[in-house]
């Protein structure tokens, strides 16, 4: 037999022991990293869209709102593998790099008929980069080696409530309206780490320098959201049943100073005979400082025909530009994708692919990197396929209740930013994201004669 709850505990395992650098880009110098963008399954292949995702089957780590669909019976678990390939180029150099990783795992499951939840950890950003530069000071030659790693995730605990849920009903038309308010408490956590290392190749009894820096962050914040629902139920010209759903939704997250505990080391070496010699100039250890978290805006909106043909579109800004991390000013991010999915009947369980999910999408994002008066912005397009395991119907385990089947879905998203002027650095990401999604039943109240 498929052993959920044991599958569900080894993916958790293992993610916890991966690390979560994976990105490669000079870029990644500056702030606390790369952002992270969705990690909401459907939505990595429609445009990278989240906020307006909304379904009974996947955890929504972006969207507090998103449990309030997950069914009263039902447990869900979702879990990413990631594999990405960036190509860096500037006028005269090329580099290529691929890494994979495990970059989300997230469980949701209902509290009551009003009160949902899910719990997950996922990625906020990553910082890998391995920069080198040759100069002479005087006349003596010098490389200078700057390299970082590390990122920081994100544990998040989203609740959603029903405050509303109107039905309306004339006839064969049925009108309903709902109102779910979320909430979200989550905690940052991760290292960034910077390494500088300045040698002297080609002179003898001169001291190499090597400087530590290492930020340790840790603290909590809230994400709110509020989403309006609405949903027509009709019959056609031909007696068959239709529907129509749409909706909005808000998201939005304070401003907040975040605690982090930092380390320097500065040492001084030098090598004679074989025999390996360091003096420590500085090492200090700076705790509980602080940097401000910014506050973040997000709309989402999504139309739904009839569990057929789903549009997502999202927009988001987050105001860094009135954050200040290590001396380094930042401008705000901002964000727009969209994306369609596509089924061609829902409904046909006996028939394998009429129920596999076909998506598509855009996006165009700010970064908040502005370097050398030249702002940082990346474009993408997104594609992906969710494949069930098997046929619903065989996946059928209570009357009560329609036990949909293991999906694995596969998302290819294709993007570049940045640019060769002005002395930079022009990227382009090939990421190929793997996910699993687990639906069970489990709330069911077993009788016996």
């Known amino acids: ?36 963008l969705s990690s909401y399954a459907p939505g990595k292949s429609m445009g990278e869209t989240s906020i307006s995702g909304f379904s009974k089957r996947y955890v929504n780590s972006d969207n507090p709102c998103s449990s309030g669909f997950i069914d009263t019976l039902s447990f869900i678990a979702d879990f990413s593998i990631t594999t990405f390939y960036n190509n860096l180029k500037t006028q005269s150099l090329k580099y290529n790099n691929i890494n994979t990783d495990f970059t989300y795992f997230a469980i949701g499951f209902p509290i009551s008929r009003k009160i ?8 906020f950003s ?69 390494l500088t290392k300045v040698t002297f190749p080609y002179s003898s009894n001169m001291f190499y320098l090597t400087i ?8 909590y914040n809230f994400r709110y959201g509020l989403s309006y629902i609405f949903t027509k139920i009709y ?10 759903k749409y909706g909005l939704a808000f998201v939005f997250e304070n401003n907040k100073n975040i605690k982090y505990d930092n380390s320097y080391l500065f040492l001084k070496q030098i090598t004679v005979s074989g025999v390996l010699f360091s003096d420590t100039i ?33 927009c988001k800004t987050q105001l860094w530009s009135r954050t200040l991390i290590h001396k380094i000013k930042l401008r705000d991010t901002k964000f727009i994708g969209a994306g369609i999915e596509y089924t061609p009947q829902p409904e046909k369980y006996f028939y394998y692919w009429k129920s596999v999910n076909y998506r598509a999408g855009v996006f165009y994002n700010q970064t908040y990197y502005f370097i050398n008066n030249t702002p940082i ?39 570049q930013r940045g640019t060769t002027e002005n002395n930079l650095i022009k990227e382009t990401f090939i990421m190929f994201v793997i996910n699993l999604n687990i639906y069970d039943i489990w709330f069911v109240k077993r009788k016996y004669d």
């Not at 505990?9 to 990105?23: A, D, E, H, M, N």
């Not at 998040?156 to 309206?177: A, I, T």
């Not at 805006?297 to 025909?305: A, D, E, K, R, S």
């Open 212 to 219: 530590k820096n290492r930020n340790f962050y840790s603290d």
């Open 282 to 314: 500085q090492n200090i250890t700076n705790e509980n400082r602080k940097i401000k978290y910014p506050s973040l805006f997000g709309l989402g909106v999504f139309l739904n025909f009839n569990e057929n043909i789903v549009i997502n579109l999202d």
């Open 126 to 194: 990553s910082a890998g980069y391995r920069i080198r530069e040759e100069k002479f000071i005087d006349t003596i030659y010098s490389q200078n080696t700057y390299t970082g790693e590390g990122g920081l995730s994100k544990v998040f605990l989203n609740v959603s409530l029903l405050l509303l849920n109107l039905s309306k009903q004339k006839g064969l038309l049925l009108h309903n309206h709902n109102i779910i308010l979320g909430v979200q408490p989550f905690y940052l956590f991760g290292t960034l780490q910077d």
């Open 377 to 415: 912005n990346e474009y993408g397009i997104t594609f992906g396929i969710g494949l069930p395991l098997i046929r619903a119907e065989k996946a059928e385990a209570t009357m009560i209740r329609r036990k949909l089947p293991t999906m694995f879905n596969f998302s290819l998203n294709i993007s």
């Open 1 to 36: 037999m498929f052993n959920t709850k044991g599958l569900i505990l080894f993916l958790l395992i293992t993610y916890l022991l991966k690390g979560q650098t994976y990105t490669v880009s000079p870029y990644s110098v500056f702030g606390v990293g790369d952002l992270c």
């Open 116 to 123: 949902k939840t899910s719990i997950g950890l996922t990625p």
């Open 235 to 244: 019959k056609n010209n031909t007696n068959e049943e239709k529907k129509l």
